[in-house]
């Protein structure tokens, strides 16, 4: 994560209204026989989102202006919680130890990144998770959880330490369940609002944008 960060979370509920997800950079090169070439440029999505549209009324005018003054504008990034996926588990299902493979045990690792896989028949891509939501995550070795006091969880970065005396065997998967935010900051220093726009339906912009490692 680079420098410059506050481990607090953009307001829960303008949250829940911003528009966004994932975006991709990829190079489409078109062939003369009709055809195209397709290379990633980026190994992994980022995600950007606008605020503005979770708006509602002058309270959520002067959240958000307060919270974008406690972070200098784009100087400081901070937790947002992505309002459709922020879980191990689909919306609607409850979090559980097995949701997703972070490791293999080999008889001696105990230290392992919290990641979260989207696949199906066609393929698969694991995406890190560095901001998991402080005491929501749970772990298990081989299909059994694991007691609180058997893994220690750092929330700044995602990573798990298990204990000496529950070291995954040879061959052991490891499994997590978790709630997460997303490391983002505003991509912007400048939020303009009109108050006689805001009250006739026009809401100010307010773009956010994911901080990659």
Same mark, same amino acid.
């Given at each position: 994560?680079?420098n410059?960060?506050? #481990?607090?979370?953009?307001?829960l509920?303008l *949250? @829940?209204?911003? &528009? ?6 990829t +190079?489409?090169?078109?062939? *003369?026989? %009709? ?5 990633a440029?980026? =190994? +992994? ?8 549209? &979770?708006?509602? %009324?002058?309270d +959520?005018?002067?959240?958000?202006? =307060? ?5 200098? %504008?784009q100087?400081? %990034?901070?937790?947002?919680r992505?309002?459709?996926d922020?879980a &191990? ?6 979090v !559980?130890?097995? +949701?997703?493979?972070?490791?293999v045990g080999?008889?001696?690792?105990v230290?392992?990144e919290?990641t979260? !896989? ?7 891509t694991?995406?890190r998770?560095e901001k998991p939501?402080?005491g929501s995550?749970?772990?298990a070795?081989?299909?059994? =959880?694991? #007691?609180?006091?058997e893994?220690?969880?750092?929330h700044?970065t995602g990573l798990v !330490?298990?204990?000496?005396? &529950?070291?995954p065997?040879l061959?052991a998967i490891v499994?997590a369940?978790?709630d ?7 991509? !912007? ?5 009109? @108050? =006689?726009a805001f009250?006739a339906g026009?809401?100010p912009s307010?773009p956010?944008v994911?901080?990659?490692p």
């Amino acid at each position: 994560m680079s420098n410059g960060f506050h #481990e607090v979370r953009f307001p829960l509920r303008l *949250s @829940l209204g911003a &528009s966004g997800g994932p975006g991709r950079r990829t +190079d489409i090169v078109a062939l *003369s026989n %009709g055809g195209e070439t397709r290379n990633a440029r980026w =190994a +992994d999505a980022r995600r950007r989102y606008d605020a503005g549209t &979770s708006l509602r %009324g002058l309270d +959520d005018l002067y959240q958000l202006t =307060a919270f974008f003054e406690a972070r200098r %504008g784009q100087l400081y %990034g901070f937790r947002f919680r992505d309002p459709v996926d922020h879980a &191990s588990a689909p919306p609607g299902q409850a979090v !559980t130890a097995i +949701d997703q493979q972070i490791g293999v045990g080999d008889g001696v690792k105990v230290l392992f990144e919290l990641t979260k !896989t989207y696949a199906d028949a066609g393929g698969a891509t694991t995406r890190r998770i560095e901001k998991p939501a402080e005491g929501s995550v749970v772990l298990a070795v081989g299909g059994l =959880a694991l #007691e609180p006091g058997e893994y220690a969880v750092d929330h700044i970065t995602g990573l798990v !330490t298990i204990a000496p005396g &529950s070291v995954p065997a040879l061959g052991a998967i490891v499994t997590a369940g978790y709630d997460f935010d997303i490391p983002v900051r505003f991509d !912007t220093d400048r939020i303009e609002i009109s @108050l =006689a726009a805001f009250k006739a339906g026009s809401v100010p912009s307010v773009p956010l944008v994911e901080i990659r490692p």
